[in-house]
């Protein structure tokens, strides 16, 4: 599935010279006196598929909303799409991330108009907004369920859903917040194939987090382990648990 | 026995034959709660979203004020509006005193604060679940309160059935400001008081079953429109 709205491409055969959409110098969050976040420092490129792994409690969340522009950080410096992310508003820079939160934010009304409705505020006519919201329900297999209720959705029918409205708002950057834990075993690998090829046609840069090591190999390149705040490891995601013993220790298998 | 069975005989006599008085006392009463409503939802919906919202200093105090407001005795609340409006109180020059528009002032200052407690609490509450989510789609603070609204909906719309179940029920507040002058400010409330107290019981039944009735399809109208927009 494509996006509808025309990007320039951009060549993808070394990653390291590609632009930077998200550049963190030393952040730290800090929530009455408790470091949440320590000295994060990391880089992503544009179309850079990233992890993000590490035990309960690690600050993996809020670093997702720090770098999703959600959250300010208290320190260091971060620039997202060239936007200096120090609390300001930052509406246009918004509209082009989108984020999957680990519990399914719904609005009242039907499947449709939950992806309809966003594209609305940003500005598309009541048409084309149905339009692509529909396309984008048929791409996650959800076409059928468009004039239901939300309510009446099941968890993993809502897990696609957040997808589908995710990419339906064509953003350059995906964060992902454990997208797939409602999502039965065999369902996983045919969305994350889905995932896979949307984000490639379309050239996202992807944030994921997740528990199951097996997202990370299947959706990203690289990896990073937070533990109390702090990366404490980093590297190919497909090396990290011969890499790290720390890593084989979160994620025993 | 003998009282109520006469009574209601006598109602439905009443009712049946259309009596104009009746008639007249009651657009009064829905015209005033319409007024009411109309004012109360005007200054309270927005005073609530904002409160609702917001996370300044004061904002714990005025919402506390606001609840406390909601179990406001309507007749002490009425007691000081007749003051304050008296001839010789501080804004007697207004010449509002003894008519309608004094009832529904008192009426407004009633309703105004379920308004505002019972939008903010829902406002509060969902804004703790959405409001990652309305930053994340990237909404302008038009857009993000208008979202916010359609959210409450439900909400609003219960707070409205209170706010006018409270205005169509007001009987002492209505009596001191409105003086329960025939033709001009005798509401449905205020109507029932006077005949029973001149022991007409099946005027007053009758008006009461018009109050009721009133009173039931209006509300069971908005619930009706509530149970559409529920069905999320």
């Known amino acids: 599935m494509n996006y509808m709205f025309e990007r320039k491409a951009t060549d993808f055969r070394d990653i390291e010279n590609q632009t930077p959409v998200i550049i963190a110098e030393d952040i730290s969050v800090r929530r009455n006196e408790r470091f949440i976040l320590r000295n994060i420092s990391l880089v992503l490129h544009q179309g850079e598929r990233l992890g993000l792994a590490g035990p309960n409690g690690s600050g993996k969340s809020t670093l997702l909303k720090v770098l999703s522009l959600l959250i300010p950080p208290s320190s260091g410096r971060l620039t997202v799409l060239g936007f200096m992310g120090d609390g300001r508003s930052s509406v246009t820079v918004r509209r082009k991330m989108s984020i999957v939160f680990q519990q399914p934010t719904t609005l009242t009304g039907s499947v449709l108009q939950n992806v309809s409705i966003p594209l609305r505020m940003r500005g598309l006519s009541a048409r084309e907004a149905t339009k692509r919201a529909y396309e984008w329900l048929k791409c996650f297999d959800l076409e059928k369920l468009a004039f239901q209720r939300i309510h009446t959705l099941s968890g993993g029918e809502l897990a696609r859903l957040q997808l589908a409205r995710a990419f339906a708002m064509e953003p350059e950057i995906l964060f992902l917040d454990e997208p797939f834990a409602a999502v039965d075993a065999t369902s996983r690998s045919p969305l994350k194939a889905l995932l896979r090829e949307i984000l490639a046609k379309n050239k996202v840069s992807l944030l994921l987090i997740s528990h199951d090591f097996r997202d990370l190999l299947d959706l990203t390149e690289r990896t990073l382990v937070l533990l109390d705040g702090h990366i404490v490891a980093q590297g190919k995601t497909q090396t990290l648990r011969i890499q790290s013993p720390l890593v084989r220790e979160i994620f025993p298998e | 026995m003998e009282l109520i069975w006469e009574g209601l005989k006598g109602a439905f006599k009443f009712l049946f034959h259309g009596d104009p008085e009746i008639r007249e006392i009651t657009l009064l009463s829905l015209r005033i709660a319409a007024w009411a409503i109309g004012i109360s939802s005007a200054i309270g919906l927005p005073l609530g979203i904002a409160l609702g919202v917001s996370t300044f200093r004061g904002r714990d105090f005025l919402l506390t004020l606001a609840n406390t407001g909601m179990g406001l005795p309507p007749t002490v609340m009425g007691l000081w509006v007749a003051i304050v409006l008296w001839r010789t109180g ?121 109050l009721l009735a009133l009173s039931f399809s209006i509300t069971a109208f908005i619930t009706h429109l509530q149970y559409q927009q529920n069905l999320k």
Do not use: C
């Open chain 2, 90 to 210: 501080p804004l007697g020059g207004l010449k509002l005193i003894y008519t309608p528009t004094a009832i529904i002032i008192a009426e407004v200052i009633l309703t105004v604060p379920i308004i505002i407690a019972l939008v903010a609490a829902a406002a509060s509450d969902k804004k703790a679940k959405l409001h990652d989510f309305f930053l994340s789609l990237g909404l302008n603070p038009l857009q993000y309160m208008w979202l916010l609204l359609r959210e409450i909906r439900s909400s609003v719309l219960t707070a409205i059935i209170a706010g006018f179940g409270r205005a169509i029920s007001e009987v002492g507040a209505a009596m001191m400001v409105g003086g329960n002058i025939a033709g001009e400010t005798r509401t449905l409330t205020t109507a029932i008081v006077l005949e029973v107290s001149k022991g007409e019981f099946d005027r007053a039944l009758a008006i009461s079953f018009v």
